[in-house]
């Protein structure tokens, strides 16, 4: 890989540690990369206030929430997201509780509209290779989560990030999330040997996100602890207050409560990996 100057290895066991939240005067910096894991959870969709108060409330031991506001559906006919009317949710939200949040950009329109209100702009699998979108990226101030293509092979996924680089954006995050496969018993197959590989071929951080993986919720945890010990600097997974009620992705969501076990589950693995888990809610609650 040869071409992937920018987000190869420099040395043997190096992360870039990226800040996602700096420090404030009770807490401190969230960052992706280092010792600590940057989990992260919430809805596939925001829908409502109330549902994303719900969330937030929760205290739920995260660094993170995620709420989708455009939405790539396969369907034209489904939801597809709130758009300017789960930005000022999202932005409340963000605003009251001191939280930072993640969210995708479908377009490069989008990003002028949602990079301020957002800690990190999410880049969906559909749109790994949009070049374009990519490389209008490379100029944002913001860090980029960019998603592993639904059929997309470790050298496209790497050089993806790699022309995020070249446009001259460093803080890139990957997302494991699965693959296409033959089997429909599960919605893709979640590729932990690729995040093995990415760790060892770039300094980038590597998330896994169990829950569009497995597309059941009841598999979400047992493969997000699979994805520590491997090696992830962290996980995204899909949680809501009344998760059957979900608007998108239902299957796979997990509630507040699984939410909260599934980090406390996480413990003893990540100390025997080297990796720690901020024991609280790292939010700097300010109401
Ligand atoms: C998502 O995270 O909301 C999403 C649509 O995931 P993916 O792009 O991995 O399908
Ligand atoms: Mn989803």
Known sequence: MKDAKLVTKLHNDHTSEIEIAPATENTPAITVGGKALFIVGGPCSIESMAQMEAIAEAK????????????????????QGLGEVGLDILSAIRQRYGVPVITEVMAISQIEKLAPHADVLQVGSRNMQN??????????????LLKRGLAATVTEF??????IASHGNPNIILCERGIRSFDTYTRNVLDLGA???????THLPVLVDPSH??????????????AIAAGADGLIIECH?????SISDARQTISLGAMADLVDSLELIAQAVGRSIKPQHSFNLVS
């Open 60 to 79: 739920l031991p995260l660094q993170g929430l995620r709420g989708g506001i455009y939405k790539p559906r396969t369907s034209p006919y489904a939801f």
């Open 131 to 144: 070049f374009d979108l990519l490389k209008a990226l490379g100029d944002v101030d913001k860090p980029v």
């Open 158 to 163: 790497v050089m993806a990030a790699e022309y």
């Open 195 to 201: 995040v093995v590989a990415l760790k060892q071929i």
């Open 213 to 226: 993986a497995t597309g059941k919720r009841e598999l979400v945890a047992a493969l997000a602890r699979a």
């Open 241 to 245: 207050p009344d998760p059957d009620r």
